[in-house]
């Protein structure tokens, strides 16, 4: 199994910004695609980013041109560089990583982290 594990959420004041990495161990061999997901309350989780190991990159419309995702394939990092937050921003962010293994399809999540941004 991957294990994926979160740090850098926190609360912020609107237009500020907040980093958040993610760490994979485990199994990894057979990860293509890392990211971010969110989930507000009383909403259903929802894609922030995605990054491929080729690199391919695809965000949601809300959060293009103000968040960046970068991946370090070597050590089997994500990151989500979140600038210019606004409040509907808050969430629970969970790390994400898909995959492939001996011909079977899997998806891992990590815990979350909390992103609360202040009006």
């Known amino acids: 199994q991957v294990q994926l594990v979160e740090s850098g959420g926190g609360l912020v004041q609107a237009g500020g910004s907040l980093r958040l990495s993610c760490a994979a161990s485990?199994?990894?061999?057979?990860?293509?695609?890392m990211g971010w997901y969110r989930q507000a309350p009383g909403k259903q989780r929802e894609l922030v980013a995605l990054?491929?190991?080729?690199?391919?990159?695809n965000y949601s419309d809300s959060v293009k041109g103000r968040f960046t995702i970068s991946r370090d394939n070597a050590k089997n990092t994500v990151s989500l560089q979140m600038n210019s937050l606004k409040p509907e921003d808050t969430a629970v962010y969970y790390c994400?990583?898909?995959?492939?293994?001996?011909?079977?399809?899997?998806?891992?999540w990590g815990q979350g982290t909390q992103v609360t941004v202040s009006s």
């Open positions: 485990g199994s990894i061999f057979g990860i293509n695609t």
């Open positions: 990054i491929t190991k080729g690199g391919s990159i």
């Open positions: 994400n990583a898909q995959g492939a293994r001996s011909g079977q399809f899997f998806i891992s």
